[in-house]
């Protein structure tokens, strides 16, 4: 194998270019061995072909049993493995079609109106200050609110929701954070737990009493399927659309030409988001795989039970499948990207993020045609972590 300097996959430093270091593995070793900030094993996969090949593989399964466990964590964490994402068919299957009976392509559109009013509330507060900071002030809130909304998160709650949220995501960089998440994590447990109960025994209008009575076959969600189906929502729910509006921003800005062709065509919204998916997505991986078996991949075997991620944002920047592929193109045709992963367990809330994101930022650039960075690109941070890729802040100007 190639002698390809060791990086720290989890740092804000690879965050804020990783496309040259996968560019390399794509060239000299497509399926490449190496070591996560945890000391665990993982091998990476990057060309799109075979990132294809993995996420139809039922061969790589999502049973963490097979891989390199951490024992005294399965216990207290056991009722959130049982999530879609997680999980192998048939008990995939099962779950995401008990919730595909309320989470329909109707009820997405109909958030169609809110997205709007929220995207233009939140310009209006900012507005007058011809600033703000785009993560916190913007990108999080529409995602967050919707998602909170639709579940029936009282408003009182969704700072702590938020907070939650983020403790999970970034305990992922690390042992320490793992650690240090632990609190946080038990917290948000109890408290989904304690809203679940209270929808079974006083349903209300919302997602959550509707997945309690969710039922196909006479089968419905367990008690801890649907703790571990609320949280799957609540953070998937908002942390993919909050990276995706940030991402695509940074990314428009710092390609002036395709800036002004968004502004001279606003239809351009839509191919424009999937090509913002393709460049600068919002996951960076797919979520864990583990061979049921040796695997061969490319040629090279991946041991049995060892940890594999099936790299998205290498594979939507292949030559092979891509012309030019690091350049920003709006009009992109076609534009088979990845950016939602593959197969049996591709996003279910992709529908959604689209949506918001097309309306975030339409209304961001047609209402702040000046817009532009408030600090150096150099100092911008990106988030710690291994399956998402997002900004911890941007700010942004809009005055004249």
């Known amino acids: 194998m190639p002698q390809i300097p060791h990086v720290n996959l989890a740092s804000s430093e690879f965050k804020a270019d990783p496309f040259p270091f996968y560019a390399r593995l794509r060239s000299e070793a497509p399926v490449y061995r190496t070591k996560l900030p945890d000391k665990r094993t993982v091998w990476l996969i990057t060309s799109y072909k075979d990132v294809l090949a993995v996420l139809k593989d039922d061969r790589f399964c999502k049973d963490r049993a097979k891989a390199q466990a951490q024992p005294w964590m399965q216990g207290m964490f056991k009722p959130l493995m049982r999530n879609m994402l997680d999980l192998d068919a048939p008990d995939h299957t099962r779950l995401r079609g008990l919730v595909h009976t ?5 009820l997405v559109e109909n958030l169609r109106g809110r997205a709007q009013n929220l995207a233009d509330e939140l310009l209006n507060r900012a507005e007058a200050r011809g600033r703000m900071e785009l993560v916190r002030e913007y990108a999080v809130e529409i995602p967050t609110t919707i998602i909170a909304e639709m579940l029936g998160v009282p408003v009182k709650d969704r700072l702590k929701f938020r907070k939650w949220s983020n403790a999970g995501i970034s305990s992922s960089a690390s042992r320490f954070g793992i650690l240090k998440a632990i609190p946080d994590i038990i917290v948000f447990i109890r408290y989904v737990r304690s809203l679940a109960k209270a929808r079974r025994t006083n349903p209300e209008g919302d997602l959550i009493s509707a997945l309690a009575r969710s039922e196909q076959g ?17 953070v998937a729910g908002h942390e993919t659309t909050v990276n995706l509006i940030g991402n695509g921003v940074l990314a428009l800005l710092a390609n002036p030409y395709q800036l002004d062709r968004l502004h001279n065509d606003p239809a351009l919204i839509k191919s424009g988001v999937e090509e913002l998916l393709r460049y600068s997505g919002p996951l960076e991986t797919a979520t864990e795989r583990y061979p049921r078996e040796d695997t061969s991949v490319a040629g090279v075997t991946i ?9 998205l ?6 030559v092979q499948q891509f012309e ?4 920003l193109d709006l009009g992109r045709e076609p534009n088979p990207h990845v950016a939602f992963g593959y197969g049996m367990h591709y996003c279910l809330g992709a529908s959604l993020a689209r949506l918001e994101a097309q309306i975030a930022i339409a209304t961001l650039l047609r209402r702040m045609p000046n817009l532009r960075l408030g600090t150096p690109s150099a100092r911008l941070r990106w988030k710690r972590g291994l399956v998402l890729r997002g900004l911890e802040s941007l700010p942004v100007r809009f005055d004249t």
Do not use: H, W, Y
């Not at 030019?324 to 350049?327: I, K, S, V």
């Open 102 to 106: 309320v989470f329909t392509p109707r």
């Open 218 to 234: 006479g089968d419905q969600l367990s008690e801890d399927e649907l703790l571990a189906m609320i949280v799957l929502l609540l």
């Open 303 to 311: 041991p049995r039970g060892e940890l594999v991620f099936a790299v």
């Open 313 to 318: 944002a290498s594979a939507n920047r292949d």
């Open 324 to 327: 030019n592929p690091d350049r």
